[in-house]
């Protein structure tokens, strides 16, 4: 990948409505070149998806929670468990004293206990630790630019 497809996927995260002609002016491509080095950055699984990016808190989502799971054994094969919990957006293994961190949105403090209910009830979860934000000061997607310079 290079700095073109780097800028490429800059310009596409402020705005994926971009037209490729106006991809192609602004990392000197022709639409054309821009279309196709798109292409192949989708066919490479660099370009996961195109989304919109929605307000939670306009869609009943203001509650947001980080929540830690203790386990009493490895988690590794219960993803569908908390990917069948649709207020669940993120789910990680991670090092440390817990071994799952999920993300969680819901509408109320009361929905948020009921997924943690439910997240309990998973087989193997002998707790919970939930962290509820109270504002978030920003959220920034992947950056390609800056990750090239790492």
């Known amino acids: ?20 002609a ?10 054309g070149a821009a279309h196709e080095r798109v292409r192949k950055l989708r066919e490479r699984g660099v370009i996961r998806r195109t989304a919109v990016d929605v307000d939670p808190a306009a869609v009943g989502g203001g509650v947001l929670a980080y929540v830690t799971v203790d386990s009493t054994s490895w988690m590794g094969d219960t993803a569908e468990s908390f990917a069948a919990l649709p207020e669940i957006l993120e789910a990680h293994i991670i090092a440390g004293s817990a071994s799952v961190l999920v993300k969680v949105r819901t509408a109320t403090t009361e929905q948020l206990q009921d997924v943690l209910r439910r997240i309990y009830a998973i087989d193997g979860v002998s707790g919970t630790r939930a962290t509820v934000v109270l504002e978030t ?5 992947v950056s390609p630019l800056t990750a090239a310079q790492g």
């Not at 596409?12 to 971009?18: F, G, K, M, V, Y």
């Open 1 to 20: 990948m290079d700095h073109i497809d780097r800028s490429l996927l800059a310009l596409l995260q402020e705005d994926a409505t971009r037209s490729y």
């Open 22 to 31: 106006a991809l192609g002016q602004a990392v000197g491509l022709s639409a």
């Open 137 to 141: 000061f920003f959220e920034r997607p």
